[in-house]
């Protein structure tokens, strides 16, 4: 059985810093994409970062420039998955989740953690 376990979710002033982890307990191909998706109360859900097995990296507009998404994986499965925000604001408050992405080409790719919130205050 696949898990995926955040952590690193807390409370920052804006401006401030935050590092999220995902675990991956079980096996997950190293050719699945992983990512962060985020939900704030009242809105859709969001893409936040993606990372595909070649590290070849992708991030939301609202986003990029202040986070920065990294991975650890074998020539098998992935490891870890981590999310560094800096720069952080009241509109990155949300609940923070760690996926991994189904696709056309890898439909089997499809998992996700229990969130971690992330409260950002002014």
């Known amino acids: 059985q696949v898990q995926l376990m955040e952590t690193g979710g807390g409370s920052v002033q804006a401006g401030g810093s935050l590092k999220l982890s995902c675990e991956v307990r079980?096996?997950?191909?190293?050719?699945?994409?992983m990512g962060w998706y985020r939900k704030a109360p009242g809105k859709e859900r969001e893409f936040v970062s993606s990372?595909?097995?070649?590290?070849?990296?992708?991030?939301?507009p609202l986003v990029r420039g202040r986070f920065t998404i990294s991975q650890t994986q074998d020539n098998n499965s992935k490891k870890a998955v981590f999310l560094e925000m800096t720069n952080l604001k009241t509109d990155d408050t949300a609940m923070y989740y760690c996926a991994a992405i189904k696709s056309a080409l890898y439909p089997y790719c499809d998992y996700w953690g229990q969130g971690t919130q992330v409260t950002v205050s002014s």
């Open positions: 079980g096996y997950i191909s190293r050719y699945c994409g």
């Open positions: 990372i595909d097995k070649e590290d070849f990296r992708d991030y939301g």
